[in-house]
């Protein structure tokens, strides 16, 4: 699993018109190729009498799942330039479909390079972008008589993240900490408590932020 990543909002549109043709950009996070296939299939279904519904996605960890699909445009003038924004914004697990109704005036090659970027760009920008952070969760058990003390420093004077509270015989906490602090997280519930509490290690797992 990466530390890190950046994605894409669950799902967006936006739109742009450029020399009479409207170019309206879908934006999707996806977790597999077939889900980016669904997701083109989709558009294409709903935009059927358009000109083109050209696409590309980028799926995996390592980019390893990359296509684009030109959809009749000029080869390289559409869907390429969608995968370059993907690529220049780093993003992974994301498909983008561009639909674009013809205004009766070419653009030429550059035109619509310049084009299909715009629209993938603008469509990217009103979605927007998340970063996703591996984190580990750590249960935190104590004594009442501490949950003040832990509350107020966890959420006050750290960056660790208290998710929830379980209010049991004792009290527990589920505590989100980056998956290269646990040490540093547990030398520093040890101090701050003197000791007096039981650490046990939680799943891994991601956590989202928009940016």
Known sequence: MLSHYYTVNLE?????????????????????EEDAQEFIKEIKKKHHDANHNCSAYMIGEHD?????????EPTGTAGVPIL????????????????????????GAGGLIRA??????????TTGIVIRKQVIEMIVTADYSLLGKLENNLR????????KIDYTENVILTI???????DNFREWIV???????MIEKGKTKYIENEI
């Open 12 to 32: 967006g549109t936006d739109e742009i018109v450029i020399q009479k043709s409207r170019f309206i950009g879908h934006v999707k996070r996806v977790e597999t």
């Open 64 to 72: 390893l799942i990359q296509k684009a699909n030109d959809d009749g």
């Open 84 to 107: 370059e924004v993907l690529k220049k914004k780093e993003l992974k697990d994301t498909a983008v479909v561009i639909t674009r109704y013809f205004g009766g005036i070419k653009l």
């Open 116 to 125: 299909y970027s715009s629209a993938t760009s603008q469509a990217i920008d």
């Open 156 to 163: 006050n004077s750290s960056d660790y993240i208290l998710e």
């Open 176 to 182: 989100a900490v980056g998956s290269n602090q646990e």
């Open 191 to 197: 101090d701050l408590s003197s000791d007096q509490v």
